[in-house]
């Protein structure tokens, strides 16, 4: 950490909190005060009392914690320009559109389970028709609670942690439906059988790894074991040893004995600091895939922002950075994202 921001800190003490998601570079992750996945995350900021939570990582994460904020708090991206383009890929038009589409096609409402990976009117539209958030350490536990209410359950936007999910949960195909980016359905089911609706979004940095690069860490290094996200193509996810969210892949690696191999596909900062926490393994990413939004954080970034703070200048030169959720999608994606803390602290 350099010398200014830990000045900063002190100097804010508990006015101050800085989350970090695990693709945060290792200089961000050590001005960091709480490290984790997006599920861990979102409750701990939860439970924090801080003032002002300057958040390290893309704008619906921060969004997520503006969602449960307390009236006191502010919550603060320091790179404002940090998106993600996998939230992009659906609007609340279209997921208002695919809903009716859904409804037509199969005679029924379904109840939308929104990955975290989305921004705050998609969690809210979840909220309204009694679904769920859910992010990649939970979709199973998510999906199968509303599954087993017979309601067709549709799951947005990453058709990847979708597929992956219900691979886990033996659904079949002709149960499973793809929502085109149009709102057209397709499936090889028939209407009355269908269980999940996927919409057609995905990452692109999971969607850069390929079976081949797992072939080729293999071949490089006999023994290994291979983890990834489940963000990853369905193949990819076939040929891995495991899979997983980023925080369980750090607990799987963290637990595996000494002098054991590892290729991890996720993001590669993430990668990189598993390899430097656990010298006594061997651990490479089976590609390079770097999040650029999630590089957008910067040193200086961050500590503009806690001048800022420090000055109490921060709304004058900074307004676009703190990020605010209006009254009428919060009160409906807090709904939903509560509903995902209850369902994973029930089962
Ligand atoms: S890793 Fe993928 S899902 Fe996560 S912020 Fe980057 S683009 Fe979005």
Redesign the pocket.
Known sequence: MNKRIRELKKQLGDQLIIPA?H?QKQEIIACADIIGDSYKLAVDVSSIDAEYIVFC??K??AEGAAILAKEHQRIILPASN??????DMISIDQAETAMQNIHEFCGQSAIPVVYM?AYGDLKALSGRYGGSVCTSSNAQKIMTHYLQNNTPVFFLP?YCLGINTARELSIPDEQIAIVRQDCTIETTGKPEDIKLFLWDGN????QRFTTEHIERIRDEHPGIRVIVHP?VREQVAAAADYAGSTQYIYNTIQKAPAGTIWGVG??YNFVSRVAADFPEKSIFPIFESH????EKTTINNLQYMLEAIADDTLLLKYPDHIISVPESIRKDAALSLNNMISIVQEN
């Open positions: 998601h693709y990582g893309v619906f994460m940090a998106g993600c383009p996998m939230a990976n990453d990452c692109r940095v999971h963000e996720t993001e999040c650029s939004n999630m």
